[in-house]
């Protein structure tokens, strides 16, 4: 194409986007229609992926197809091979993106669209795409080494200590919030835990069939698994309505969660294939799949956003999801789908061993965390659209919302809100559910979302029950199977750390080293989540922004270690490419660790909590502060007493993380900037000239090794 | 011009590892001609036990 085609496309692409951005600014009372959002989103990206991204391609990397990447270098047809573009960028799209695009912003839509759209957007661009794609780089220069051994070689010991602590205790914390967010999907729901707990004999029969009946049929056997997941779906609305078999699967809280621990310990201790590997497929099949599905409702029904723009929450931080201001809980609460410092896991390990081609990085470590961002715009669209009564309604701590209709309505009320009672019951019995009262977690209310979305496009209300369930199912399956993958990594590294002392820990084959590390995982994470299922404060509220302080803190360390080695490339110039998210996010991560210490506000502070809690046990009764917050008895009191003593001591622990890790940083780059960058200082794999094109293709003529570009 | 459906069940056998067993088989039989391959039973149960090996982080 010409250049002057070329420049009127992006200046019509420009104009659209700044055409809609300024419809979901400006608009004033009436309601606004989501696809202003989405071609808002759209824009944006395509402006962002085709100038910045290139920028910091060709500027600031200074990628070179010349160079063989270590998929060529070191291919041995196992975890180093160079993959089709398109192939990899499915997988690595698959590995990022889980259940947290979509419970974080269903959270914050507490405040409103607005500046949880924003953040997704702005902060995608800037700073997430960015972390995603940099890290890549690195780590393919360095023939795929870890977040943490990088850590380690380009900072110091203490840098990678500090990374290591992170990385298992986010563990330890996600798994928590995500077992959580489906004890709360499937508490008191026959239906729900009818087909999830029918997902283990159908991974079951997956696993055997593709070890042993036709080993490798992996599409055959998808086709079948998601074919059964659906008669599950189907078979969980009959089991849910009949006598005998309703009661006996509708399970409590601590049932569940009991039920939930038990399962990933086993499936931690299980070969991969009888369990994981199964669901693996299973799950990203139903992942692309559900995704493609709401991107096609969404553009089908076009509903308008029901919620207002900003609401009161997003400035005195009195929300009832979760406390606290918008900054800097808005970006602490959506992390997956801005900045998520768990792709950098990802990005550095599997991913850099199987690119072809260094340019092939901002397609793969940029678009794909583009299309994250959108399906996390999506969420966000589908919470928006619900009525903002039934929103509070399914979201505000357990505790405040009471146990009925009418109690609920007067609580939604109470935050400003209006919602009838009956709206409340109707809605429960058109998904098929006793009761949506107090289902926090973000999960439950996606799902009501996109059944209504579904539903306005196939079935109407007839069929919302079952687009309920199948939303509900999605979302737990692949939390369960990341519940399943973690536990095994964590157990892993546990297996690790132990070597250390008892060498035979490292042999992840040895059983009684995979019983007492898979133990020790399953205690941490099943620990928070019995603490979360009784938190009188509400779990979700409590342990929410900690998971989110945790993900950001590990954005820091990789974008700490970005703009390291971007220095000592000798980049110092380019080097606010990754400094100012990195500021941004410590600013974020330390603001949010600051109130969640020291803030005098009990419903935000952790040890204002506590010292409530300590004056209500003195007294010998549940103070007014602590019955305000949601405790009831002084056996809740107790609890709080401790979650808050453990919350507390844990955000301590991350924000020492953090300094730790950029002040041990900040050393690194004052050496450097006073002796002046040296390359040879870099520990890159050296340059090897490439006999490959841009399709994996081998070049015929080959030229003399050594004739960089 | 290629059929988007023939197109779109290339992609999901090359993304899904369907079609690693032939690929595989190809290069064994160019470069080992003497040695015998493995089955695909085999091939597959190893590769998978590779894979999981380390397993990688997911995101949440």
């Known amino acids: 194409m010409n250049r002057a085609g070329s420049l009127a496309i992006w200046v019509g692409v420009a104009v659209v986007g700044a055409i809609c951005w300024g419809m979901l600014a400006l608009s004033r009372g009436e309601t606004v229609n989501a696809a202003w959002l989405l071609f808002a989103a759209l824009a944006s990206y395509a402006i962002a992926y085709r100038f910045y991204a290139r920028f910091i391609q060709r500027k600031v990397l200074e990628t070179d197809d010349s160079r063989a990447t270590p998929a060529e270098r070191l291919n041995n047809g196992q975890d180093f091979e160079p993959m089709d573009r398109r192939v990899l960028f499915g997988h690595h799209f698959a590995a990022i993106a889980g259940a947290g695009p979509l419970v974080g912003p269903v959270l914050a839509a507490q405040m409103g669209y607005l500046p949880g759209t924003i953040w997704i957007i702005v902060g995608v661009i800037l700073a997430g795409a960015v972390q995603d794609m940099t890290t890549l780089f690195f780590s393919m220069r360095r023939n795929g080494k870890t977040l943490g051994q990088m850590a380690r070689e380009e900072i110091g010991p203490i840098g990678g200590v500090a990374a290591l602590i992170a990385v298992l205790s986010i563990m330890v914390i996600l798994l928590a919030v995500l077992a959580l967010v489906v004890v709360n999907a499937l508490a008191q729901s026959p239906w729900g835990t009818f087909s999830i707990a029918m997902t283990i004999p159908i991974a079951l029969l997956m696993g055997v069939y593709l070890r042993f009946l036709r080993p490798g049929r992996v599409l055959e056997v998808s086709l079948i698994g998601v074919g059964l997941l659906i008669l599950a779906i189907v078979g969980g609305g009959w089991i849910s309505e009949s006598s005998p078999y309703g009661p006996a699967w509708t399970f409590g809280a601590n049932a569940v969660a009991i039920a939930l621990i038990a399962y990933g310990f086993i499936a931690s201790v299980l070969p991969v294939w009888v369990l994981l590997a199964p669901r693996d497929y299973l799950s990203t099949f139903m992942k692309v799949g559900t995704i493609l599905l709401l991107a096609i409702g969404i553009a089908l029904t076009l509903p308008a956003m029901e919620m207002p723009k900003a609401t009161e929450f997003a400035f005195n931080g009195e929300g009832p999801v979760f406390a606290g201001a918008l900054f800097p809980f808005v970006f602490i609460t959506i992390a997956c789908g801005a900045l998520s410092g768990f792709h950098s896991l990802i990005a550095s390990g599997t991913t850099p061993k199987l690119i072809q081609k260094e340019s092939q990085i901002r397609f793969i470590g940029y678009g794909a965390m583009l299309m994250e961002s959108f399906v996390a715009v999506m969420a966000i669209i589908a919470a928006t659209t619900l009525d903002p009564g039934v929103y509070f309604a399914m979201n505000a701590n357990p505790s405040l919302l009471g146990d009925t209709a009418q109690s609920a309505s007067q609580a939604v009320n109470g935050f400003g809100f209006q919602v009838d009672p009956q709206t409340l019951t109707q809605t429960a019995q058109n998904v098929g559910e006793d009761s949506i009262i107090g289902r926090t977690g973000g999960a439950p209310t996606l799902a009501v979302g996109m059944a209504q979305i579904f539903s306005g496009v196939i079935g109407g209300t007839v069929l919302q029950a079952f687009w309920y369930h199948f939303a509900i199912m999605f979302e737990a399956l692949f939390i369960l199977t990341t519940v399943d993958a973690g536990t095994r990594v964590g157990r892993f590294m546990i297996q690790d750390l132990l070597g250390n002392v008892v060498p035979a820990f490292r042999n992840a084959s040895w059983l009684p080293g995979n019983l007492v590390a898979s133990g020790l995982i399953v205690a941490g994470w099943g620990y928070f989540l019995i603490a979360g299922v009784n938190d009188p404060l509400g779990g979700i509220n409590q342990l929410f922004p900690l998971f989110g302080i945790a993900n950001q803190l590990l954005a820091a360390v990789a974008l700490t270690v970005g703009t390291t080695i971007l220095i000592k490339m000798g980049k110092l110039r380019y080097a606010w490419v990754t400094a100012l998210p990195l500021l941004w996010d410590a600013a974020v991560t330390l603001t949010a660790s600051y109130q969640k210490i020291f803030s005098a506000n009990p419903s935000l502070g952790f040890f204002a909590q506590r010292t409530e809690a300590q004056k209500s046990l003195q007294a010998g009764e549940v103070n007014d502060v602590m019955s305000a917050l949601g405790a009831q008895s002084l056996e809740d009191v107790r609890q709080v007493m401790t979650n808050t003593t453990v919350d507390g001591v844990l955000s301590i622990i991350f924000a020492v993380a953090i300094i730790v890790v950029i002040a041990d940083a900040a050393r690194v780059w004052i050496g450097v900037m006073r002796s002046g960058a040296r390359p040879e200082d870099l520990s890159e794999a050296p340059y090897e000239e490439s006999r490959l094109d841009s399709d994996g293709r081998e070049v015929e003529t080959r030229e003399p090794v050594g004739a960089g570009s | ?60």
Request: glycine residues 4%.
């Open chain 2, 1 to 60: 011009m290629p059929n988007p459906l023939i197109a779109i069940w290339d992609y999901l056998k090359e993304i899904s590892g369907e079609n690693a067993y032939d690929k595989y088989l190809a290069i064994h039989t160019a470069t080992h001609p003497d040695k015998s391959p493995m089955t695909r039973g085999e091939f597959y149960r190893a590769r998978q036990d590779e894979k999981y090996a380390n397993p990688g982080s997911r995101c949440p």
